[in-house]
DNA sequence: ACAATTTATCTCAGCGCTAACATATTTCTC
DNA sequence: GAGAAATATGTTAGCGCTGAGATAAATTGT
């Protein structure tokens, strides 16, 4: 019983264990023929070196904390998509919690994560609760704050500007002639990234001296089918409208449901616009017109970034992975 | 610098280290009194305990080791949700790997997670390289295989029968009068769990004395795209089909789309019906036809039996999270 | 060929915690 | 109120590895 330890595999290739650590770690100058002389131990051991002991003697551990809010669509698992793209070949591991876009959650998972010394931490967004600022400002920590980049980051931030995509669809709006727009949207008392994009449409419209001619409310996270509800309570108002933003793509698609089912001719009756630019809107009968957030890339590039250097920069880093109208047919 | 360690609180508190570990452990009797000058000094110092060296001395981590063939589509994310649920409330964290459904990715990947000591490995599927058998094979490691019930499990495996639900559909759709099926699907050299649906599919269909009246298969992963074309290649060869099965629900959700833009009419020129039981489905204009898997709780089932007893079944243990079939509309 | 480098390896203390056991303190029993 | 039993706390020896510095071996320059 027991796995192999370096002293075994010291004793095995007569060396010190000290080299037998180098020659695992890569580190410091070894002759070739130590080298594979180690190896041929490692090897008929099956040693696997012991990362608690690694980590306990040099203080730090290959550890990437990362705070996701949800993994109930596919948007936070596109980015940790790219988190693990980012960290496949190296060795560190990614050690992931779900806050459910509650700052209190994210401060008991961040206590926990913490006990593991990790080399940094990825969260979303700025919003914490102060005793989470406290332990991510620790100079030692990197951290990374995801998805937005409206806002002071501690260390790094990587994403887009909610509100420059709001405004962005407001533009494309206006310039196709929209003029009666609606807005469909679900609760952002927790998606705060949602709301600064509503308020970005809303600046939008405003420089073109106009504001939105309706809004509908799910109250709740977005899905296809509140989408499609809010849709339907929205119509049912008899307002006239020509174009509606939805707060983010499942929404949309399910507004589009609605269209289909009821036969509003898309975008000739009515305009529809997402956010988030996912594979689903693609394959519509009539491909969605929406917003690329590059999640992939916000997951990958944070990771990259952090790995780069073990310090913090001296100025806190702003990386805008950007976004993309896509045209699509609804709008 | 350096964070304050269990030293520095017994110190404070006036006790010594032991006393303070099984206060912050909660494990061992301890006078009331004691508890709440220790938590004071806790508080007071902000200590929080070093799990490395926690893992290096009691030789086991409270990591969870998770390798998932894919984050792509949300069956593995909604997977991780319920093994996060499980894991809510306990000192353990999920530590997650993604092979990209490939087996030395696998191997790779669990020899590097074993390095933590974790107390157990969840990892979907009977495939597993020799290596990574004999790995896992470690009386001492809990091991849990996700999503497939057909095999044998190592340790304990949680998921439903792919066969039977392939077999469930085809007598569902013998019994509502369809004879001339066809199958549409995606690359199932990585997906064994399709192929094992598709057999179970045909074996349905055998025992009724039928067979595939065509079939279809898209070369790459599945996507809502990928079966929005495959469908279209099946119809176009013109043989007469009057039900399609997919191979799953994204596939199933293109086919309807594909419906939906050439006027086809469901059900009754042509039934779908697809597998999984996301929520775009029921979304959509009629409801999609399709088999429910509880992928959550395929999750949340296996945290807990793990965790429930340190060691071994006797027996390998198998627990069947079933399925349901979603009547829908469209078959 | 001898010192000055460079390269390769070793020695050893200690990271922060836990397990096992020893010891002290309190509570009970008759 | 003495001894047994239960409860509470202390002592000590590592867990397996890494970092710093010491030492040895090979290479270079002159």
Redesign the interface.
């Known amino acids: ?1 027991g796995n192999p330890t370096l002293t075994d595999v010291a004793r095995l290739a007569g060396v010190s264990e000290n080299t037998v650590s180098r020659v695992v770690r890569d580190k410091g100058p070894i002759a070739e023929k130590t080298r594979r002389r180690v190896m041929d131990a490692i090897e008929q051991l099956g040693y ?6 690694g ?2 003697a040099s203080a730090s ?1 290959p550890i990437i904390a990362v705070l996701l809010p949800s ?4 948007v ?3 980015v ?2 790219g988190i ?1 793209a980012g960290l496949a070949g190296t ?1 560190y ?6 806050t459910d876009y509650d700052p209190e959650k994210e401060q008991a998972l961040l ?7 990790p080399a940094a931490v990825i969260t979303t967004g700025f919003d914490h609760t102060p005793e989470s600022r406290k332990m991510l400002m620790d100079d030692r920590l990197r951290v990374a704050e995801l998805m937005d980049i409206d806002g002071q980051p501690i260390d790094i931030a990587v994403g887009l500007s909610h509100h420059g995509a709001g405004r962005a669809t407001a533009r494309h709006l206006l310039a196709r002639g929209y003029r009666r727009i609606a807005y469909v949207g679900h609760d952002w008392s927790t998606d705060r990234r949602a709301r600064r994009r509503y308020e970005g449409i809303v600046a939008g419209l405003s420089e073109a001296g106009l504001s939105l001619t309706a809004k509908c409310r799910h109250d709740g996270p977005s ?3 509140a ?2 509800r809010a849709l339907a309570r929205l119509l049912s108002d008899n307002i006239a409208v020509d174009a509606v933003i939805f707060s983010n793509d499942d929404m949309a ?2 507004g589009a ?1 609605h269209c ?2 009821e036969g509003i001719r898309v975008p000739e009756r009515l305009a529809l616009f997402g956010f988030n630019g996912l ?2 809107g ?4 009539q491909p969605l017109s929406t917003i690329r957030s590059n999640r992939f890339l916000i997951g990958r590039k944070a990771v990259e970034t952090l790995l780069e250097t073990r310090k913090r920069p001296d100025e806190p880093l702003i990386i805008d992975t950007g976004f993309d109208i896509v045209e699509g047919a609804t709008a």
Chains 1, 2 share one sequence.
Do not use: C, K
């Not at 993994?71 to 596919?74: D, E, F, Q, R, V």
């Not at 591991?93 to 779900?98: D, F, L, S, T, Y």
């Not at 693609?282 to 009968?285: F, G, R």
């Open positions: 019983m696997v070196p012991n990362r608690a002991a980590s306990l551990s993994l109930s669509n596919i936070f698992p596109d940790l998509r693990h060795a591991q990614a050690m992931v919690g779900v206590a926990s994560l913490l006990a593991w010394r899905s296809t089918l989408g499609r698609v399910g449901m289909l089912a594979e689903i693609e394959a519509l009968p």
